[in-house]
């Protein structure tokens, strides 16, 4: 199970990273595509309203607004028993990325969901950001950080989040952490259930 939620989701920001994949694919090819990762037949509404899908993405990271990277992001939600996987890619090219998760039975089955990290320690919550630059590929983790998911339903989905990231060799070297705080709002996104019914997850 657990492959198959990291799986999901790579392949979606794959399948749908920028608009021009929108374009190219007719609904029909969309459906398929999924159902033959997923394993589960999509809802029509989701294939119906792939172009009105949009990530906006309102988060400062070290004093700088992250919307710009995510204009005309594309969402997608997988969500199961116990992990909400989140993600949002942005750019021409879909080459910017926010991956987000949610994970624990008990934590899933709680309204709004919310989740932790302290000092590099999951606490039902991981949070990352990558970006394309033009000294390469920038990409933070979160050492510290706190996520709720505010509202979930098919058409809109509202995620608050804050805390610091660095890169990986910063693990160790808080003074080196970046702050960031803001608001996720997914607008139609390609939401897939696990296991459950959708209607489980909406809030």
Not at 70 to 94: L, W
Not at 169 to 175: F, I, K, M, R, T
Request: proline fraction near 2%; charged fraction near 25%.
């Amino acid at each position: 199970m657990k492959k198959l939620l990291l799986t999901i989701p790579c392949f979606l920001l794959l399948v749908f990273g920028c608009n021009d994949a929108k374009n190219r694919f007719t609904t029909s090819i969309v459906e398929k595509s999924i159902e033959a990762i997923s394993g589960q037949k999509i809802d029509i509404a989701d294939a119906n309203d792939i172009e009105k899908n949009e990530a906006e993405v309102n988060i400062t990271l070290h004093g700088e607004n992250l919307k710009n990277y995510f204009k005309k992001g594309f969402g997608s939600v997988t969500a199961s028993k116990e992990t909400i996987a989140i993600t949002i890619a942005g750019g021409e090219n879909g080459q910017d990325n926010i991956l987000i998760g949610f994970t624990g039975k008990e934590r899933i089955a709680s309204h709004p969901i919310k989740g932790k990290m302290v000092m590099g320690h999951n606490d039902g919550f991981t949070f990352s950001i990558t970006k394309a630059t033009d000294n390469g590929i920038d990409m933070q983790l979160s050492f510290e950080a706190e996520g709720e998911i505010v509202s979930m339903q098919k058409d809109k989905v509202i995620i608050k989040v804050k805390g610091k990231t660095g890169s990986s060799s910063d693990a160790e070297s808080p003074e080196k952490w970046k702050s960031y705080e803001g608001t996720i709002t997914l607008n139609y996104p390609v939401f897939q259930a696990l296991g459950s019914s959708k209607e489980k997850f909406i809030y």
